[in-house]
């Protein structure tokens, strides 16, 4: 079965440029999260939705980031524009949510290099 | 994250030592994860608990959960060099949550030599 996808694994954007992230959650997972990962700050919850729906964004860094889930199946993070300081990488992760222990099963990252 | 502190940060064990790695939450837990990271990989589920002085096992890694749900061990017996890696907990301090948002510690990179 597969397990959560995301693309691209790698990038290298310059400066300003517009970068988008994707991801397919596991089928049949209603909840869906966006992670961050550098070696400052660790790993942090950017935004997370539910049934398609953004329930938590208070995560997200600033304007410059958008994240949009329009069906179950897909996802993308948007950062417009791009600053070096958002290098890190992202995780994208999902689960069944059908009571309090639900497993999260995270993609391998896309690694994202801002120059 | 602030409401989660792991320690210690790094481990360096040599092959077949036992090993203890803690996760303190600020506030109760209403479920806590183990995760392994690779470098350049993502992140492999290990064991969730959510009853405080649960206890669960695979192969030879067991994770505890404390009577008052605020701290967490995951304890590593005998330990081989395909342990390495970066060990995260992750908490649901939501109030039960059914969404199960997971908040993380910094995480804990374990080195065994052989």
């Known amino acids: 079965d597969a397990g959560v996808i995301q693309s691209p694994r790698h990038e290298v954007t310059e400066m300003g440029q517009e970068v988008t992230l994707r991801c397919k959650p596991i089928?049949?997972?209603?909840?869906l999260f966006w992670y961050r990962q550098t070696m400052m700050r660790g790993l942090e919850l950017l935004i997370y939705?539910?049934?398609?729906?953004?329930?938590?964004d208070s995560g997200m860094p600033e304007d410059r980031f958008s994240a949009k889930m329009p069906n179950a199946s897909f996802s993308t993070l948007k950062i417009q524009p791009s600053e070096p300081r958002d290098s890190a990488v992202y995780f994208c992760?999902?689960?069944?949510?059908?009571?309090?222990?639900?497993?999260?099963?995270f993609g391998e990252g896309s690694w994202l290099t801002v120059v | 994250s602030q409401e989660l502190e792991q320690s210690p940060q790094s481990l360096i064990v040599q092959e077949g030592k036992n090993l203890t790695i803690n996760c303190t939450s600020s506030k109760t837990l209403y479920g806590l994860y183990w995760y392994k990271q690779k470098y350049g990989e993502g992140l492999i589920f290990l064991m969730m608990l959510q009853k405080g002085g649960e206890e669960k096992s695979h192969e030879k890694i067991t994770a505890k959960l404390d009577e008052k749900k605020q701290q967490s061990s995951l304890h590593i017996t005998a330990s081989q060099p395909s342990h390495a890696g970066i060990y995260l907990c992750?908490?649901?301090?939501?109030?039960?949550?059914?969404?199960?948002?997971?908040?993380f510690g910094r995480g804990t990179q374990l080195t065994v030599w052989p």
């Open positions: 992750g908490a649901d301090i939501g109030r039960g949550s059914t969404l199960g948002r997971l908040y």
């Open positions: 089928s049949g997972h209603n909840s």
């Open positions: 939705f539910n049934n398609n729906v953004p329930i938590d």
């Open positions: 992760a999902s689960s069944l949510a059908e009571g309090p222990g639900n497993t999260i099963y």
